[in-house]
């Protein structure tokens, strides 16, 4: 099969694989129907991540189930499928809570970007729709593996709810995402943060009802000026760098949580002035398969149009160029049909 592999930064190959077999009774193998590239890929792309040996890519996937090992109940061969990019048996304490991003037996998704893909801890991790979904709809599907339910994570940690002014910082998959996250969850006032024309129009597109392009201390000066000196209910982070923190943190009012999802390098706080601003923080990797059911069921009735964040489709053979792409910002998310 072809698979994705990344031998150094800036070095992508797609090249002929062994396909993966079932190694667990709790494992499935499912035929990918899309797959994509994640801003996180980036990091190791760009050499901000070590890269020691050849790395399988690809953490977002849907597709049919091929195969199951002997422990696997919920789903079957035959069956659509999506599941989270975090592996999680979703019965530990931890996930009984909803955090199967910190279940006990976690796992991160990888060798997502190819032709077919093992996923351990199957019934804990996948959802099967109950029938094979329109080609339409396969966009969105994919973007509930991750980027979606990254941003709602983002939306809900940060405690969205009606009425709320929200800031997200990040123009990326994740925070457009983010925008559409805190829409749905009845955000009166969206302020998103870019300063790029498409992502601009997407984050209008999706509910954001003010766009600020400054950065830094002018970006906090905006929305300073656009919430009557007194700063936002809920701040998305959906960057990872100690400017986007930063912002975040500044944005914040008195009270407010801020919601952090962009993978952090390089950041470091300053206990005093985190002390004083009297913001309160949640965020890590998103536990995806809490929200899943009622993301897929939004998708499936055609309630929201996440899909609409891939702006470049190309076969997996070419994944090398996606990466390239998004690398010089020439896309925003880069969707892989193998």
Same mark, same amino acid.
């Given at each position: 099969?072809?698979?994705?592999?990344?031998?150094?930064?800036?070095? +992508?190959?797609?090249?002929?694989?062994?396909?993966?077999?079932? %190694?667990?009774?709790?494992?499935?193998?499912?035929?990918? *129907?899309?797959?994509?590239?994640?801003?996180?890929?980036?990091?190791?792309?760009?050499?901000?991540?070590?890269?020691?040996?050849?790395?399988?890519?690809?953490?977002? $996937?849907?597709?049919?189930?091929?195969?199951?090992?002997?422990?696997?109940? *919920?789903?079957?061969?035959? %069956?659509?499928?999506?599941?989270?990019?975090?592996?999680?048996?979703?019965?530990?304490?931890?996930?009984?809570?909803?955090?199967?991003?910190?279940?006990? %037996?976690?796992?991160?998704?990888?060798?997502?970007?190819?032709?077919?893909?093992?996923?351990?801890?199957?019934?804990?991790?996948?959802?099967? *729709?109950?029938?094979?979904?329109?080609?339409?709809?396969?966009?969105?599907?994919?973007?509930?593996?991750? +980027?979606?339910?990254?941003?709602?994570?983002?939306?809900?940690?940060?405690?969205?709810?009606?009425?709320?002014?929200?800031?997200?910082?990040?123009?990326?998959?994740?925070?457009?995402?983010?925008?559409?996250?805190?829409?749905?969850?009845?955000?009166?006032?969206?302020?998103?943060?870019?300063?790029?024309?498409?992502?601009?129009?997407?984050?209008?597109?999706?509910?954001?009802?003010?766009?600020?392009?400054?950065?830094?201390?002018?970006?906090?000066?905006?929305?300073?000026?656009?919430?009557?000196?007194?700063?936002?209910?809920?701040?998305?982070?959906?960057?990872?760098?100690?400017?986007?923190?930063?912002?975040?943190?500044?944005?914040?009012?008195?009270?407010?949580?801020?919601?952090?999802?962009?993978?952090?390098?390089?950041?470091?706080?300053?206990?005093?002035?985190?002390?004083?601003?009297?913001?309160?923080?949640?965020?890590?990797?998103?536990?995806?398969?809490?929200?899943?059911? $009622?993301?897929?069921?939004?998708?499936?009735?055609? %309630?929201?149009?996440?899909?609409?964040?891939?702006?470049?489709?190309?076969?997996?053979?070419?994944?090398?160029?996606?990466?390239?792409?998004?690398?010089?910002?020439?896309?925003?998310? *880069?969707?892989?049909?193998?």
């Amino acid at each position: 099969m072809l698979a994705t592999m990344l031998y150094a930064p800036g070095d +992508v190959r797609v090249e002929e694989r062994d396909e993966p077999v079932i %190694q667990k009774p709790t494992d499935a193998i499912i035929r990918l *129907t899309a797959t994509c590239i994640c801003g996180s890929d980036l990091w190791p792309f760009r050499g901000l991540n070590d890269v020691s040996s050849p790395m399988a890519m690809g953490h977002e $996937y849907c597709g049919v189930v091929v195969a199951v090992g002997s422990d696997v109940k *919920t789903v079957k061969p035959g %069956q659509f499928v999506v599941g989270s990019f975090v592996l999680s048996d979703n019965t530990c304490p931890h996930c009984r809570h909803g955090f199967q991003s910190s279940c006990e %037996q976690r796992e991160f998704m990888t060798g997502g970007q190819a032709e077919y893909a093992r996923v351990p801890l199957a019934d804990g991790t996948l959802i099967a *729709t109950d029938t094979m979904p329109d080609d339409d709809l396969i966009p969105s599907l994919l973007a509930a593996s991750d +980027v979606l339910g990254t941003g709602w994570y983002a939306a809900d940690a940060a405690r969205v709810q009606s009425g709320s002014t929200v800031v997200v910082v990040g123009d990326g998959a994740v925070g457009l995402m983010g925008v559409l996250a805190a829409k749905q969850l009845g955000a009166h006032r969206i302020i998103a943060m870019s300063r790029h024309k498409s992502r601009q129009d997407l984050a209008l597109d999706y509910g954001a009802t003010d766009i600020i392009a400054e950065r830094g201390d002018a970006g906090v000066a905006r929305v300073k000026e656009l919430t009557q000196r007194i700063g936002a209910d809920a701040v998305l982070e959906c960057v990872g760098t100690q400017e986007s923190m930063q912002t975040a943190i500044n944005c914040a009012r008195p009270g407010s949580m801020i919601g952090y999802v962009g993978v952090p390098h390089g950041v470091q706080f300053d206990g005093q002035s985190l002390f004083f601003s009297q913001t309160g923080m949640m965020g890590g990797p998103a536990p995806v398969r809490r929200f899943l059911p $009622y993301l897929l069921d939004l998708i499936l009735t055609r %309630q929201i149009n996440p899909g609409r964040v891939f702006d470049l489709e190309l076969p997996l053979a070419d994944a090398a160029e996606g990466y390239r792409a998004m690398d010089e910002r020439r896309a925003i998310k *880069t969707l892989l049909r193998p």
